[in-house]
């Protein structure tokens, strides 16, 4: 995400605050507290700027600049969503409702958004994005990933990278999304307009690239040739891998080090066992399953292999349309066997891993000044109480919002 002011400006005006009071605070840092959230009862957090600069307990917290008392709420580092689709017109309220009402969920409703984006202007789709991740913010989310993927022309694609960027650092080009319904009956052409001119166009406005590889999207062949091709030009992958059936976008993944193989509904033992031995991370989306009424992820096999998972919204218009971090914790704890410790983590610092970022998802020296505090004395609260607004108070880059 980003602010309407520069590091360098921050750090001009650079201040110091103290954060007191926090009756359990998650730092993620083993090093700092008690076991993997690293965990420090009645804590204090000290921000110099947009940076962490000190973390321990109240009683033992430094002379600041500027002073706020938690009142013995508990404080989480900033969510880290790394799989979104935020640049889209119109919605599918229609086809949410149809689904509901007995209907399967399949790739092919991705051209109802395709037909509103390319419809849609520059204005509403910057509005569009505003809008999403400012709510996103109010719950807890101050590190986000999104996506194109709507537009599907080389105009579109870029355009939809240019907006994105606008709005965070954290964009993807995923012109294959689907074959565009205008290369129905040419799913080769498409794919050398998508290996060719489009990622040129689109390479300078993003950091990632991606592909949904699925039966009616992109087979395995196609989704390495996309990949390889994008990362000739720079960019690093990820993949939307075993999402409605069992196929190779996890394996796919692991090959070309991606940073993350998302969704990861359908795995079988080679498939963990490959990500356990991987650098790349297993992102579980449960807000699409929920939409979808589809088969739940099974997180255990995952974390007891030892693979890295995140956890992440996938908030778009067809399939999850959630821009809600704490209800995407407490559908994993509930519905895909985490622990709400787990799950807590698999949103803070396994975003950050699947970004391949260090310097959020953790509050530590160093680290960015991303801190939410939650109406509740503990993190576990998340999935204790579902759908109650806990998030009070959010600073992002040390500034609170």
């Not at 002379?63 to 709420?73: E, I, L, P």
């Not at 050398?192 to 001119?197: A, R």
């Amino acid at each position: 995400m980003n602010t309407g002011t520069t590091a360098a400006q921050r750090a001009a005006h650079s201040r110091t605050t103290a954060i007191t009071n926090i009756a359990t605070l998650v730092t993620n840092d083993p090093s700092l507290g008690e076991g993997p959230l690293g965990l420090i009862q009645d804590a204090a957090v000290v921000f110099d700027g947009d940076r962490v600069a000190w973390v321990g307990t109240t009683s033992k917290a430094p002379a600041t600049d500027s002073h706020v008392d938690a009142g013995g709420r508990a404080g989480i580092p900033g969510f880290v969503d790394s799989h979104s689709h935020l640049v889209f017109g119109g919605d599918r309220t229609a086809e949410f409702n149809a689904r509901m009402s007995g209907r399967a969920y399949s790739a092919g409703g991705i051209r109802t958004t395709v037909a509103a984006t390319r419809a849609a202007t520059d204005e509403q789709l910057h509005a569009n994005v505003a809008t999403y991740l400012t709510e996103a913010l109010r719950q807890g989310t101050t590190t986000l990933e999104t996506k194109s993927g709507y537009g599907l022309t080389v105009e579109d694609e870029a355009r939809a990278l240019r907006i994105a960027a606008a709005h965070t650092d954290e964009v993807t080009f995923l012109g294959a999304h689907i074959v565009s319904p205008d290369y129905a009956d040419d799913p080769a052409g498409y794919v050398d307009l998508v290996t060719g001119p489009m990622l040129d166009a689109c390479a300078p406005h993003a950091r990632w690239i991606d592909v949904f590889c699925e039966q009616g999207a992109f087979d395995g062949d196609q989704a390495r040739a996309i990949l390889t091709a994008g990362k000739a030009k720079g960019l690093l992958p990820r993949v939307h891998a075993n999402q409605l059936h069992h196929g190779p976008g996890v394996q796919i993944a692991v090959e070309l080090d991606a940073a993350s193989a998302d969704h990861c509904t359908h795995l079988d033992a080679a498939d963990i066992d490959a990500l356990a031995n991987s650098a790349t991370v297993a992102t579980l989306l449960p807000g699409a399953e929920f939409s979808t009424r589809a088969q739940w992820p099974d997180a255990r096999p995952l974390l007891d292999a030892g693979a890295t998972v995140a956890l992440s919204t996938d908030c778009n218009p067809g399939s999850s349309f959630t821009s809600s971090m704490p209800f995407c914790i407490a559908l994993a704890v509930r519905d895909m066997k985490m622990t709400p410790d787990e799950a807590v983590w698999a949103a803070t610092a396994g975003g950050a891993a699947a970004l391949r970022r260090t310097d959020v998802g953790r509050l530590a020296p160093g680290a960015r000044a991303d801190l939410a505090l939650l109406d509740a004395p503990s993190h576990v609260h998340l999935a204790y109480r579902p759908g109650v607004p806990l998030v009070s108070d959010v600073w992002h880059r040390g500034v609170r919002v």
